[in-house]
């Protein structure tokens, strides 16, 4: 059975179909955008035949053609966890050396396209998978951090959690706390799903009334955009993904509260180069977005962006809170879910 499988698996890739991280080069022009619908749809049905069961010898999935198999079958979220945590560091000449923060970009941009006003967007569905969402501007190479889990994917078939978690685990990985995360996210259809409509991410450029616009809608208050936007203590930008580009602190694979101390102890000057407006500390190496000034600049948001600066604690505390939340905003869990069914982070 095992060499059938690896038969199959070898059809698969030689046809060239993916299974979930289908994704058109972000920046594409529009010349391609049909090869993409052709390839997102040809990989959605794959992705959609395999959650009926027909690839599931190879792929391990839970038993779907018993019920009393698939009743005993019980999902083990510590094992997804390891996967993930595997995939982490696997490629030293990828950026800063860690996959960590791009996983924690994907698991915040599947999550903020959530409206409160109408309950539409959220991390339910996993809707990146497909245009026009994979290929908006605010998700640019995402689809590195897509087709990094891809392989998880396929050795856990069942999950449908997979991005938020990759998310969860990141921060934790890096030395963030620990983040309250629970399953009940389902993978839809095409037909199943309605396009969102672009510009509910928000833009770098911006000011303090885009930033409560867009972080509002989702149903957060200053304290909780404050401790989210903490999170740019991670990673870097990419002047091929964003336009922008650099890190914000000098140590983008560690969770801390360097973001903070950054912002509010160097000097920041507007960066004199052809790219979009952002700014610079004197060294040229550390960066800020314009959205990341106003929280300085906004008499609202400094208090918080001072008390994260000072006290490490408060930022782990509340970033745990508000990035759990984020992460379910619009999950339409089941009455009797675990309240918060993480999976024991590793020591
Ligand atoms: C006003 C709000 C925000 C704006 C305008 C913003 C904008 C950006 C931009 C332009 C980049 C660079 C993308 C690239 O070129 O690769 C970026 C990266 C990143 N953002 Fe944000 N962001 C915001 C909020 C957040 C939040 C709420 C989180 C998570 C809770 C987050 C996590 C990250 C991470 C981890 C990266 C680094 C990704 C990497 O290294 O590949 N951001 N953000």
Redesign the pocket.
């Known amino acids: 059975m095992f060499a059938s499988a690896a038969r199959r698996l070898a059809t698969v890739a030689a046809t060239g179909v993916r299974t979930y991280a289908s994704e058109a080069g972000a920046k594409k022009g529009g010349s391609s955008l049909p090869l993409f619908l052709g390839l997102a749809g040809a990989g959605a049905g794959l992705y959609f035949a395999k959650e009926r069961g027909m690839l599931d010898d190879i792929l391990g999935a839970p038993p779907t053609g018993s019920p009393a198999a698939a009743a005993a079958f019980k999902p083990d979220y510590n094992a997804v966890r390891s996967a993930i945590e595997d995939l982490l560091d696997t490629n030293p000449d990828y950026?800063d050396g860690s996959y960590g923060?791009?996983l924690?970009?994907l698991a915040?941009h599947t999550s903020?396209t959530y409206d409160k006003n109408t309950n539409t967007g959220g991390s339910n569905g996993a809707t990146m998978r497909f245009a026009p969402e994979a290929n908006w501007g605010a998700n640019?190479?995402l689809s590195v951090a897509r087709d990094l889990l891809e392989p998880v994917k396929q050795k856990f078939p069942w999950i449908s959690d997979l991005w938020t978690l990759a998310g969860a685990v990141a921060v934790e990985a890096m030395g963030g706390p620990h983040i309250p995360w629970r399953p009940g996210r389902s993978d839809y259809a095409p037909e199943q799903f309605v396009a969102l409509p672009d510009g509910r991410l928000?833009?770098?450029d911006?000011n303090a009334k885009h930033?409560r616009d867009?972080f509002g809608r989702m149903g957060f208050n200053d304290q909780e955009v404050v401790a989210?936007?903490g999170?740019?203590t991670?990673?870097?930008?990419?002047s091929d993904?964003?336009g922008?580009e650099g890190p914000w602190t000098n140590a983008?694979t560690t969770f801390s509260n360097l973001f903070f101390k950054e912002l509010t102890e160097n000097k920041w000057h507007k960066k004199k180069w052809n790219g979009p407006l952002q700014y610079e500390d004197k060294s040229g190496q550390l960066m800020m977005?314009n959205?990341d000034m106003y929280l300085l600049w906004d008499k609202k948001f400094k208090p918080y962006v001072q008390q994260y600066a000072k006290d490490e604690e408060a930022f782990f505390r509340d970033f745990a809170a508000a990035?759990g939340k984020?992460l379910e905003l619009g999950v339409p869990f089941k009455e009797d879910a675990p309240a918060a069914a993480s999976p024991t982070p590793k020591q």
Not at 234 to 238: K, P, Q, S, Y
């Open positions: 950026d923060p791009v924690v970009r915040w903020g640019a190479g928000p833009d770098g911006k930033i867009i989210l936007i999170a740019h991670l990673g870097r930008c990419h993904r964003s922008f983008p977005l959205t990035f984020l």
